[in-house]
């Protein structure tokens, strides 16, 4: 089930009346039965698996705690995260192993691949329930005894296909003392929810047309046709996620649950450092506590391990986003830009500009070349293959060629960019992203009412919704 | 009052706002048609628009109502060849943008070829056959420009006596009770002229079509009822959408009396010369080639260029938009290039036998 569908407002009404009025414990199995419904809407059969993996993880957490010994601690956790990596490898990385090892030496594999479909979130509860048994191995989280938590920790629908990747210490606490929702818990979610239906149907499936057609067939476009495509993807995965990740808090709001902020105006960011701060912060900081500095030891080890640290991290974040070269050269390029701002903040850590003229020009030209970086990198996140990827390149910046819809797609583009700045700056002024909440209910409902009738009104015309680009991953 | 009246502002002011919004993103373009009184149903002239069903297209109307750029009606000089095309929504191209339809590939490779200005100027129209688009030929498009080609596209469809029906809302050829050509003017009939005279009779519902929210709601009432959801279900509930039947055929139909008369009648255009040009998709309709060539009218067929789906001689399919998915209903980008070169090709080597006297050869 889709968040960009009336019906998935169907379901979220429904859910949640009959959530309010269920007696405790059993509005927690009604909502855990509502979560399962709401997933299994789009193959059943991967239903098992995300039970499976969920019971699975529950059973190690505990066994992880009550081991005596450090060493079968550790054992178990190696098992855990074994298992876990064996079957999100298998559905996701299995055949671009076989394409990897086909092309690097010749051998014909193709009888290998596997044809099944990739379990939608997979990757995102795997990392979920990760996080569970790495926080009890590090004795920083005890073993829930409740299995219907741990199951909704993992499962519950407005967080379980796209994150945010909630970390089991930040949730489980929350649902063991679950509380029905209150007045301003449902005015947050609603605020949530409209700003998010805005960005991501009237801003993300509607820019998307545009890209879709332009990177399917980018020889028959001009530089700047391929250059707006470009800036509109920027726009377009923004929103989409963006949008995502609001309907997903508001929606989990709804029920007493407080999801963790998941983007907080990325493309204003000063640096790529502030990028990443910013950006998907969900996955960020999954990415910076287990593997940069639990794992591979942050900055602690010497000034080399460092960069390499960073350079892998990204490596890995970008390979967490699917089996294909592009994007781990997409996570390669956004480590190489980390470690690079690393090294250059640590190299003028002594300069002190003391003219403010100066230091916010400096400061201008940091942002505005950060987007461009980050604009350049989603190239590679979006092409379909580098072939494409180095086409764009040529035709943008090499053998360019004029088109006369130059100005056609500029104004689309621009009015795009500006809706969506709009929102940031809004929400940068309010400080929150429930900031249609922070106005008084004639304002609110003024703002709402508008902004839903545009939204249902436009989810009628178009015969099939737009998936969210991170359902894929 | 004093909340009702900060509400209303405030609604006011967001309803501009998104108003604005999607008509500069054009996610909802204003609407293509409007209804002239002679001629039926035609395309606003100079408006901003943009489709993206199967293909994408992003653009302007000319004053004309046509996707192309701005040609005086008269051409320049004796050394310039100007060539019209006639026919329905695969000339309009509407699915690639201007730059991609294959009368840019025309204008540029037949110049190279002929090393003088050729201009093409391309009146396809989405869902008009000939019973339509022949009677704004003769009666407006034949008058009002100067044409030493045109290159007149047919298919299957016209081969019937659809009697100028619904599904053609503009003025059509249509038989008298002699059997001689009439003009027809049962699209005055059809329900959408009703409720759009309607509406414009209503002082306050007159500009119905400028809002963006209007446009909004009647393309999602539209569209419920073409994918044949009920108004409440959705998505897999409602059922996806009906892949449609997109194999070749062969049409054993004859040609009708009607199109007979159609097919002479724009024949006889004495500026310059027709050149019947049969689409092969998704009918075959051998009945049209051999009253062509019983007739000794000019024609090509696309038999010649497309084989199936696919551009003759390679296995680049020219009806599958990748980015939508959709298939068979148009030509895409590659589609459009491969006529291009083909009816370049075609009028090059055969330009010598046209009868085009107001081209210097």
């Known amino acids: 089930m889709l968040f960009n569908t009336p019906l998935y407002l169907v379901f979220l009404v429904i859910v949640f009346i009959v959530f309010y009025f269920l007696p405790k414990r059993i509005d927690k199995l009604f909502l855990l039965g509502a979560s399962y419904l709401f997933y299994g809407y789009w193959d059943w059969r991967f239903l098992l698996l995300l039970v499976g993996s969920s ?44 394409d990897s090892f086909q092309l690097a030496f010749g051998h014909k594999l193709d009888f290998l691949h596997i044809h099944v479909l990739l379990p939608v979130g997979i990757s995102f509860y795997t990392f979920q329930s990760l996080s569970y048994t790495f926080d009890i191995y590090r004795e920083k989280l005890l073993p829930t005894k409740d299995t219907l938590d741990y199951c909704l920790f993992v499962g519950v629908f407005p967080h379980m296909v796209s994150g945010p990747i909630v970390k089991a210490k930040l949730i489980l606490p929350q649902l063991a003392t679950l509380e029905k929702p209150v007045k301003k818990d449902f005015l947050t979610g609603f605020s949530l929810i409209t700003v998010g239906m805005f960005q991501k149907v009237l801003i993300g499936d509607t820019v998307a047309k545009y890209v879709n057609h332009i990177f399917a067939d980018p020889t028959y476009y001009s530089s700047s046709e391929l250059f707006f495509s470009l800036l509109m993807f920027t726009i377009q995965i923004y929103a989409d996620f963006s949008g995502y990740s609001n309907i997903a808090r508001g929606s989990a709001k709804l029920f007493g649950i407080d999801l963790i902020d998941n983007f907080n105006q990325p493309y204003l960011s000063a640096n790529i450092t502030d990028f990443w701060r910013r950006w998907h912060i969900s996955l960020s900081e999954w990415l910076r506590e287990y593997v940069y500095i639990w794992w591979l030891g942050g900055n602690r080890i010497n000034k080399a391990r ?72 989603w190239l590679f996140f979006r092409a379909p293959d580098f072939k494409t990827a180095w086409f764009y390149l040529d035709r943008m910046l090499v053998n360019r060629v004029r088109s006369t819809m130059t100005k056609d797609l500029a104004i689309i583009a621009v009015t795009y960019a500006g809706a969506v700045l709009l929102i940031d700056v809004v929400e940068n002024k309010m400080k929150s992203h429930e900031f249609l909440n922070d106005f008084s209910p004639a304002i609110r409902y003024g703002m709402a009412v508008p902004i839903w009738i545009a939204v249902i009104w436009y989810m009628y015309t178009v015969g099939i919704p737009a998936p969210f680009i991170y359902f894929q991953f | 009052m004093k909340n009702l009246i900060l509400f209303l502002i405030t609604f006011g002011i967001t309803v501009l706002g998104i108003e604005f919004f999607l008509n500069t993103t054009r996610i909802t373009p204003p609407t293509l048609k409007y209804y002239n009184p002679v001629y039926g149903s035609l395309n606003r002239p100079n408006i901003d628009y943009y489709k993206a069903v199967e293909g994408l297209y992003v653009g302007k109307t000319n004053y004309d109502g046509r996707f192309r750029e701005n040609y005086p009606k008269r051409k320049d000089d004796k050394k310039t060849l100007r060539i019209l095309l006639m ?109 759009h005279k309607k509406l414009t009779a209503n002082p306050i519902l007159k500009h119905y079509e400028s809002s963006a929210y209007f446009r909004l709601l009647y393309r999602a009432v539209a569209m419920t009822k073409i994918t044949g959801m009920p108004i409440m279900t959705f998505g897999k509930f409602g059922g996806s959408m009906k892949k449609p039947d997109y194999a070749t055929y062969t049409s054993n139909a004859p040609v009708s009396l009607l199109s007979k008369k159609l097919y002479d009648t724009v024949n006889s255009y004495d500026k310059g010369q027709v050149i019947w040009v049969v689409r092969n998709k998704p009918y075959n309709a051998p009945a049209i080639l051999e009253y062509l060539k019983d007739k000794n009218f000019k024609y090509v067929s696309l038999s010649d260029t497309f084989n199936d789906n696919y551009i003759k001689g390679t296995n680049i399919d020219a009806y599958y938009f990748k980015a939508s998915g959709q298939y068979g209903g148009h030509w895409n980008n590659d589609g459009h290039k491969a006529m291009g070169y083909f009816l370049t090709n075609r009028i090059y080597n055969n330009l010598a036998n046209c009868n085009t006297p107001n081209y210097e050869k």
Not at chain 1, 64 to 73: S, Y
Not at chain 2, 138 to 149: F, G, H, R, V
Request: hydrophobic content about 50%; charged content about 15%.
């Open chain 1, 306 to 377: 460092t960069y390499i640290n960073l350079m892998l991290t990204m490596l890995i974040g970008g390979f967490w986003h699917g089996a294909n070269w592009t994007f781990i050269v997409w996570g390669g390029l956004h480590g190489v830009g980390l470690a690079v701002h690393k090294w250059f903040m640590a190299s003028t850590k002594n300069v002190v500009i003391n003219n403010k003229l100066i230091a916010g020009f400096l400061n201008l030209i940091s942002g505005v070349s950060t987007f461009f970086f980050v604009v350049l990198a």
């Open chain 2, 87 to 195: 026919g329905d929504s695969f000339v309009e191209g509407i699915d690639v943008f201007s730059h991609n339809h294959f009368a840019r590939y025309m204008e540029e490779l037949l110049g190279q070829k002929l090393n003088r200005k050729v201009e093409v100027i391309d009146f396809g129209r989405g869902n008009c056959a000939i019973q339509a688009s022949s009677y704004y030929f003769t009666d407006y498009i034949s008058k009002e420009y100067d044409a030493d080609l045109v290159l007149y596209f047919t298919e299957w469809r016209d081969m019937y006596n659809i009697g100028g029906g619904a599904a053609y809302p503009s003025t059509c050829f249509i038989l008298d009770s002699n059997n001689n050509l009439a003009a027809g003017y049962l699209w005055k009939k059809t329900p959408e002229y009703a409720i």
């Open chain 1, 55 to 98: 019971l699975m993880d529950f059973y190690f957490g505990k066994l992880i705690f009550e081991a005596q010994e450090k060493k079968k601690k550790k054992s178990l956790l190696l098992f855990s995260l074994f298992i876990n990596l064996l079957i999100l490898c298998f559905f996701k990385y299995f055949n671009f192993f076989i």
